[in-house]
C-alpha cells in the first residue's frame, strides 16, 4: 500500500535524518515507527504526504508514485493526525471535522451529517461537543476530534505522528483502547510514530525500529521485535523487561495449560477425596455434566457425605483462551491464587499458573527475524 524504497533525505543543512530506507506497509495494516528522539521518524510521515520531498529515492501509494500526484490530491487520500490535534482553535469541533469534507465540495448536509457521525465514533456524542472549542474540550478530547477530522474523508491511509503522546496517562490507555476498536472496524492503513515502545507494541501489526540518522534496525511483528531483537541496539531500545512487555502480545494456549485433577458436580464427596488424594493435590477442579466450569473443591471440603455440589466454591476469575499473558498473570497476581481456570465459552480447557506463565513465554520466544539485509 505504502512502499518507500531507498529513501534518503538530507535537509538543507546537511542533516541526514533518513538513510536508504526500504519499508512497505501492508493493505490494512498498523506499522508503527518507533526510535529516540531524532531518529527521522516524523521526517518519514512527512514525506509521504509531500509535506517535505526526499533527497533521493521513491514512495509509492498503491502503485503510484507520490511525487507524481498532486500534493493537495496527494492529502485528501491520507489523513494526518499529529500531537496536539492540530485542530483550528478559532473553529467549533463540529467545523474543524468538517474541513477536508467542505474542501471536497460536499454540501453542508453531508459533510455535517459525517462530521457527527465521526464524533459518535470517537466517543463524544455530537450535541453536546459539536458546538464547542477546541480549548473547551480536554487534551484527549481534542485528540479525539483530531482522529475524527482525519478520518472525515474516509481515507484509506492515516499517518499519526505521537497521536496521544500530549495526554496524560490514563487518556492515553483509554485513547490507545478505543482507537483500536476504531482500526479494527475501519481497517485503514496506518503508519504510526511513536518513541514509546509500549504503545507500538499494544496497537501495531508490525513494528519498524529505527536509529538516529534514520537507519532502520529491525521491522517485524511485535512478539518478534520483543522476543527476538535484531541487535544490541533494538535490544537496548525494547528494554530490558521486553520478556515482561512480551506477555501483553502472547495468547493464552491451550498447549501450556496444566491439569489438575477434575471431579463432577454430581459426584459424591468420597469419590472427590479420592481423586484429590490420588493426584496428590489440595484441590479439584469441579465441571458439571457438559464440561463446563463450575468451580473448584479443595480436599478439606470433601470430608463427611453428601455431593460435590453441596460444597464446591466459585472461581473469583476466570481467563478466555483469547486473552492475554498478561491479563492472566495480573488475574493470579491480584487475587492471589497460584492458578486460573482457562475457558472457551463455558467449556473448561486447563488451568495457567505462574510456572506455566513463564514456560509459554519460553515457548514463544521467537527466532531472530526482519533484519533488514544490507
Ligand atoms: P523524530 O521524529 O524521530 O524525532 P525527526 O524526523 O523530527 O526525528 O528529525 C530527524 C533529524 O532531522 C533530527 O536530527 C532533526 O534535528 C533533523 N531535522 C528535522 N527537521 C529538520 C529541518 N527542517 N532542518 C534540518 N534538520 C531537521
Known amino acids: 500500500m505504502i512502499r518507500l524504497h531507498g529513501v534518503e533525505k538530507t535537509y538543507g543543512d546537511g542533516t541526514t535524518a533518513v538513510r536508504s530506507l526500504t519499508l512497505d506497509v501492508r493493505r490494512g495494516e498498523l506499522l508503527a515507527l518507533v526510535g529516540p528522539s531524532g531518529c527521522g521518524k516524523s521526517t518519514i510521515l512527512r514525506m509521504v504526504n509531500r509535506l517535505i520531498e526526499p533527497t533521493h529515492g521513491s514512495i509509492e501509494l498503491d502503485g503510484e508514485d507520490v511525487t507524481h500526484v498532486d500534493p493537495v490530491q496527494l492529502r485528501r487520500r491520507i489523513g494526518y493526525v499529529i500531537q496536539a490535534s492540530g485542530l483550528f482553535p478559532h473553529e467549533r469541533v463540529r467545523q474543524n471535522v468538517m474541513t477536508v469534507p467542505s474542501l471536497l465540495g460536499w454540501d453542508k448536509q453531508r459533510a455535517r451529517a459525517r462530521a457527527d457521525e465521526l464524533l459518535e465514533l470517537v466517543g463524544l456524542d455530537p450535541s453536546q461537543y459539536g458546538n464547542r472549542y477546541p480549548h473547551e474540550l480536554s487534551g484527549g478530547q481534542q485528540q479525539r476530534v483530531g482522529v475524527a477530522r482525519a478520518l472525515a474523508a474516509d481515507p484509506p491511509v492515516l499517518l499519526m505522528d505521537e ?13 490507545q483502547a478505543q482507537f483500536r476498536h476504531i482500526q479494527a472496524e475501519l481497517g485503514k492503513t496506518v503508519l504510526l510514530v511513536t518513541h514509546d515502545i509500549d504503545e507500538a507494541v499494544r496497537l501495531a501489526d508490525r513494528i519498524a525500529v529505527l536509529s538516529v540518522g534514520g537507519v532502520l534496525e529491525q521491522v517485524a511483528d511485535p512478539t518478534t521485535v520483543l522476543g527476538a531483537p535484531a541487535n544490541d541496539f533494538v535490544a537496548d531500545f525494547v528494554g530490558s523487561d521486553r520478556g515482561l512487555r512480551r506477555l501483553a502480545v502472547t495468547p493464552i494456549d491451550p498447549q501450556d495449560l496444566e491439569h489438575p485433577p477434575t471431579v463432577r458436580q454430581s459426584e459424591d464427596l468420597a469419590t472427590a477425596r479420592a481423586v484429590i488424594d490420588a493426584a496428590a493435590q489440595p484441590f479439584a477442579v469441579v465441571l458439571d455434566d457438559a464440561g463446563n466450569l463450575r468451580g473448584w473443591v479443595g480436599r478439606r471440603e470433601t470430608e463427611g457425605t453428601g455431593t460435590v455440589a453441596d460444597r464446591q466454591r466459585r472461581f473469583e476469575e476466570t481467563a478466555d483462551v483469547g486473552d492475554t499473558l498478561r491479563r492472566a498473570l495480573a488475574e493470579i497476581v491480584q487475587h492471589d491464587a497460584g492458578w486460573l481456570p482457562v475457558v472457551d ?19 514463544t520466544a521467537p527466532q531472530r527475524e526482519g533484519t533488514p539485509v544490507a
Open 345 to 363: 465459552g463455558d467449556r473448561y480447557l486447563g488451568v495457567l499458573t505462574p510456572t506455566s506463565v513463564y514456560t509459554a513465554l519460553r515457548r
Open 163 to 175: 497521536p496521544f503522546g500530549a495526554v496524560d496517562p490514563i487518556q492515553r490507555d483509554r485513547l
